[in-house]
């Protein structure tokens, strides 16, 4: 099939992308470098410079390569900050996602696979399934849920079938350690190679259940090939939570640091979050899965090789109050 993926230079999108081409399919790879690097674009993928914002791009893009499917990885998936950037996470991932899945319908593609997130289901839900009631506490899970509700609208009077993802704190190489804004394990990382002391929100009680890369890209290139799973909602990912602190005590050790932590003012944020996977199961089978020491393990030795790279403009704060401390610009 042909394919286009949104997000291909960033982390999961690069990721999902080298399983597609591995399983055959001609992958168009769209991305607008805003978080991503040109060196994580697969070398038997076609690269597209631009924004999924851009209406005519993406019209241009489907009318030329009359795809078969979708795969839209392509967001900016801060949430605490999404509270603080209303309009720009607004725009991207939800305004840019909708006019994509108009050019889909247009075009007649045959499935549309969506990345979203656990944070749809907001707090207290723990263990997360995919059939609770979502209540998300930021705009970045308000966003991705409206898509969800679009994508199931758009089934029913269109008929183009979808496939949602829920993953979850997924870590790992190609991931931007340069972001300060998300990617805890990414943050961590570049601190104990600058030999900085790890800045912890809270007590750093929190619990997330961290998903190394490679339990979550091969399944999701699955879901084209796989029809039973079209028209259904996944969560994927990691089962066992571990607190911040246990990720900032395993970064240490993998970087041959000593743990040393800043604690700064907890944020407002869902403070236990980790889902419940026995759907994804029953759909693709069991994976083997990357233990927390491995995954982080591997991370540690591809920053340490790839370096720390230069930070890629984050949008600009557009509400600065009650924003965490540290952020401030």
């Not at 028209?231 to 246990?246: M, Q, S």
Request: with cysteine.
């Amino acid at each position: 099939m042909k394919i286009l993926v949104t997000g291909i230079a960033g982390f999961i999108g690069s990721h999902v992308a080298d399983h597609l081409i591995k399983a055959g399919h001609e992958v168009v790879g769209l991305d607008d470098l805003s978080g991503g690097f040109m060196e994580n674009v697969p070398s038997g993928a076609e690269f597209v410079v631009g924004s999924v914002c851009d209406r005519s791009l993406a019209e241009d893009l489907f009318a030329r390569h009359k795809f078969d499917a979708v795969y839209h990885l392509a967001a900016y998936a801060a949430e605490g900050l999404s509270h603080f950037v209303k309009r720009f996470n607004y725009q991207n991932n939800l305004g840019g996602s909708v006019n994509l899945l108009s050019c889909a319908v247009n075009q007649k593609v045959n499935l549309f696979v969506f990345t979203s997130s656990i944070a749809v289901y907001g707090a207290a839900q723990c263990p997360m399934t995919e059939d609770m009631r979502p209540e998300p506490e930021d705009p970045y899970g308000i966003s991705k849920f409206a898509f969800e509700m679009e994508l199931e609208s758009t089934r029913r009077m269109f008929d183009l079938p979808y496939v949602v993802f829920r993953p979850h704190n997924v870590y790992g190489e190609r991931q931007n350690i340069a972001d300060r804004y998300r990617n805890v394990v990414g943050i961590f990382m570049r601190q104990a190679l600058q030999g900085e002391e790890m800045t912890v929100f809270g007590d750093g009680r929190q619990t997330r259940a961290f998903s190394h890369i490679d339990d979550v890209a091969p399944v999701i290139a699955r879901a084209v090939d796989q029809p039973d799973c079209w028209n259904e909602v996944f969560n994927i990912g990691a089962d066992r939570p571990y607190e911040v602190l246990d990720i900032a005590d395993r970064v240490a050790q993998a970087h041959g640091v000593p743990m040393r932590l800043k604690h700064l003012e907890a944020r407002k944020e869902v403070v236990h979050a980790y889902a419940d996977h026995s759907k994804v199961r029953r759909f693709f089978g069991e994976t083997v899965g990357v233990s927390l020491e491995d995954g982080i393990g591997r991370m540690a030795e591809w920053v340490k090789a790839r370096g720390i790279p230069e930070p890629t403009p984050a949008p600009k704060v557009e509400i600065p109050r009650n924003l965490p401390a540290g952020w401030s610009r």
